[in-house]
C-alpha cells in the first residue's frame, strides 16, 4: 500500500543555513500522525516545506504524486490543507468570509453553506461571532477559526502546526477532541506538529521525533509513549 | 452664499474626477503597497484610445466600454510584464519602474498623437443641469458616473468570490495561498481594474481639461491626495476623499486670498502631508482590531 504522504531525504534552507537534514517519513492513509520536537527543531520547517513555503530538495509525494517544485495554491488545490503557526487569521475580514475563504477554490458552491453551518456545529463560538472582524476573536477562538477554514477545504490531509499554542488547557482539550473527530469521522489524514508531546501522543496513531533537522525516532505512538528517552527528554518523567 | 453654492458643486464635480483616480490609485495600493505614479499616464493612454476610436467613427459609449475592456488587459499586461519581475525587488527600484513607465507613456502618447491639444466629446452635454445654472450637465454626469462605479466596486468585493479573494490577497497574502488563492494574479487583476478606473476618469475629465499627454499630472496628485485621505485601504474613503479635495480646492481658491490656480497644486501637497501626519490612517483606513 503506498502512503497518502511520503517523504524522502528533505533538506531545507533558509538562506545559507541548513534547517533539515535529510528528512524521511511518511502518511498512512487515515492516519493521525503526530511530529514532535523541541523548539527549533525543524517541525515548521517539514511541513512548510511540504507547500512548498521554503527552499527544499528531496521528494515529496503526495498520492504518488511529486509536490516538489510546485505552487503553495495548487499544492493546497490538491486537498492539503495548512493551518499555519500563529493562526494566519484574515484579522480584517469577518469570521464568516474567513470560512468562505477556505472553501474559496472548491467547485461545489452549492454545499459550501452547509459546511459552514457544519463548522458552526463543530465550534458553536464561532456561530455566535459570525459577523464579526476575525482580529476581534480570543486566540483559542481563531485557533478554531484556522482549523474550520483549513476544514473548508474538503481536504485530504491537514497539516496542523501547534494548535495548542498559547491555549488554555481546557480549550486544547476542546480542541484535540474535535481534532480526533475530524479524523476518524470526515476520513481526514491529519500531520500533527507538537511541542506538547503528551497531548499529541494521546490522540495520534503515528509518532515521529525530530531533532535538529533529522528525525530521530518513530514508530506507533503507544510504542513512543512507553520509551525511556522520550519520557525523559519530552514527557517530563 | 450662491457662491460658495457654487464652489461647493464644482469642486464636487472636479472631485468626482479625483474620486476616479483615487479610487485607481488605492486599487494598486492595496494589490502591491505602492503609489503607482504612472496611474495618471495609463489614464491618459486610454482616454486617446478612446478619441482614437472616435475619429474612427465608433459611436461614443461603444468607443468608451472597448476603451475600458482594451485598458483592463493593458494593466494585466504591464503588471506581467514589468511589476510581476519587480515583486521582490527594493521599494526604489519600483519606483524607478514606475517613472520608467510614466515617461514612456508620456512620450508614446507624444509620439503617436502629438502635444497639442485636443477636443473631447462629453456625452452629457454641456447645458444647465435640471434648469440649474449651478451645475451643468456634464459635471452631473461625471458625480453620477462616479457613485455608480463606488457602487459597483463595494457590489463587486463585497458579494463575489474574486472580491473576496482580492481581499484576502491584499491583506494576509500568505494565508491567501494557503487556501489556494493564487496572488499574483489577483495582483494582475488589481492592474487591470485600477487601469479601466484610470480609463474612466481620463475619459470624463477630457472633456474639461482638453486631451494632451501631460493632461493627468496634476489630477494624478489630486487623486493621490484624495487617496490618502480616505485611508489608501478603502475605496469609499477615496470617493469621500476626492470630493472633500475638490470641495477643499475650490473653496480655498476662493475665499483665501492669494491662492489663485498656481497655489492650488501646493495646496494638495499640503493636505497629503497634513493627513499623513495627524491621521496617517485617513479618514476611512483599516484600524485593524487585535486581540493577543
Ligand atoms: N525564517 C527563518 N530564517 C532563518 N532561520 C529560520 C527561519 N525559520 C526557522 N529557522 C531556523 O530553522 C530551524 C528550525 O526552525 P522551525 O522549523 O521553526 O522549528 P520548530 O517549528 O520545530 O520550532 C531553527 O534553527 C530556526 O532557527
Ligand atoms: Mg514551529
Known amino acids: ?237 | 452664499m450662491e457662491l460658495f453654492i457654487n464652489q461647493v458643486l464644482a469642486g464636487i464635480s472636479t472631485g468626482a474626477i479625483y474620486a476616479c483616480m483615487a479610487l485607481a490609485v488605492v486599487m494598486i495600493y492595496q494589490a502591491i503597497d505602492h503609489l503607482n505614479f504612472a496611474q495618471g499616464e495609463m489614464a491618459m493612454f486610454s482616454t486617446f484610445i478612446a478619441w482614437q476610436m472616435m475619429q474612427w467613427g465608433v459611436p461614443y459609449w461603444w468607443a468608451f466600454i472597448l476603451t475600458i475592456i482594451v485598458s483592463f488587459l493593458g494593466g494585466i499586461l504591464i503588471e506581467r510584464l514589468l511589476f510581476k519581475p519587480l515583486a521582490k525587488a527594493p521599494v526604489l527600484t519600483n519606483v524607478a519602474g514606475f517613472i520608467a513607465l510614466f515617461a514612456i507613456i508620456n512620450s508614446v502618447a507624444g509620439l503617436i498623437w502629438d502635444f497639442t491639444i485636443k477636443q473631447f466629446p462629453s456625452p452629457f452635454g454641456s447645458s444647465p443641469f435640471l434648469g440649474s445654472q449651478l451645475i451643468s450637465t456634464h459635471q452631473a454626469g461625471m458625480i453620477g458616473v462616479t457613485v455608480v462605479l463606488l457602487i459597483a466596486l463595494f457590489l463587486f468585493f463585497r458579494f463575489t468570490r474574486v472580491g473576496l479573494a482580492m481581499r484576502a490577497a491584499a491583506t494576509v497574502p500568505e494565508s491567501a495561498r494557503l487556501v489556494g488563492i493564487n496572488t499574483s494574479w489577483m495582483i494582475a487583476l488589481g492592474w487591470g481594474m485600477a487601469s479601466a478606473i484610470g480609463a474612466i476618469a481620463g475619459i470624463l475629465v477630457a472633456p474639461v481639461v482638453f486631451l494632451e499627454p501631460n493632461m493627468m499630472g496634476g489630477v494624478l496628485i489630486y487623486g493621490f491626495a484624495a487617496a490618502v485621505l480616505g485611508g489608501l485601504s478603502s475605496p469609499l474613503g477615496a470617493v469621500i476623499g476626492g470630493f472633500l479635495v475638490g470641495i477643499f480646492e475650490n473653496l480655498a481658491g476662493t475665499y483665501i486670498p492669494g491662492v489663485g490656480n498656481e497655489l492650488k497644486l501646493p495646496i494638495a501637497l499640503a493636505l497629503i502631508i497634513t493627513v499623513l501626519v495627524v491621521k496617517p490612517n485617513g479618514l476611512m483606513g483599516h484600524t485593524v482590531v487585535k486581540r493577543v
Open chain 1, 1 to 237: 500500500m503506498t502512503a497518502l504522504l511520503d517523504i524522502k531525504d528533505l533538506r531545507s534552507y533558509y538562506g545559507q543555513v541548513q534547517a533539515l537534514h535529510g528528512i524521511e517519513f511518511h502518511l498512512k492513509e487515515g492516519s493521525m500522525t503526530a511530529l514532535l520536537g523541541t523548539n527549533g527543531a525543524g517541525k515548521t520547517t517539514t511541513i512548510r516545506a511540504i507547500c512548498n513555503m521554503v527552499r527544499s530538495t528531496g521528494t515529496i509525494q503526495f498520492e504518488g504524486k511529486p509536490l516538489m517544485g510546485k505552487s503553495t495554491e495548487s499544492i493546497v488545490r490538491l486537498g492539503i490543507a495548512h493551518v499555519p503557526q500563529g493562526r494566519g487569521t484574515f484579522t480584517t475580514l469577518t469570521v464568516e468570509e474567513n470560512l468562505q475563504l477556505g472553501a474559496i477554490t472548491r467547485k461545489d458552491t452549492k454545499v459550501i453553506a452547509s459546511d459552514i453551518e457544519k463548522m458552526y456545529s463543530y465550534f458553536p463560538k464561532l456561530k455566535e461571532r459570525h459577523t464579526q472582524q476575525a482580529g476581534t476573536l480570543s486566540g483559542g477562538e481563531q485557533q478554531m477559526l484556522a482549523v474550520a477554514r483549513a476544514l473548508m477545504l474538503r481536504p485530504r490531509l491537514m497539516l496542523l502546526d501547534e494548535p495548542s499554542f498559547g491555549l488554555a488547557p481546557l480549550i486544547v482539550r476542546d480542541l484535540f477532541g474535535i481534532i480526533g473527530k475530524i479524523n476518524r469521522e470526515d476520513k481526514v489524514s491529519i500531520l500533527v506538529v507538537e511541542q506538547n508531546a503528551q497531548l499529541a501522543l494521546e490522540i495520534a496513531d503515528q509518532a515521529y521525533v525530530i531533532e535538529t533537522g533529522r528525525i530521530v525516532m518513530s514508530g506507533s505512538a503507544s510504542d513512543i509513549v512507553n520509551n525511556e528517552d522520550i519520557q525523559k527528554s519530552y514527557l517530563g518523567h
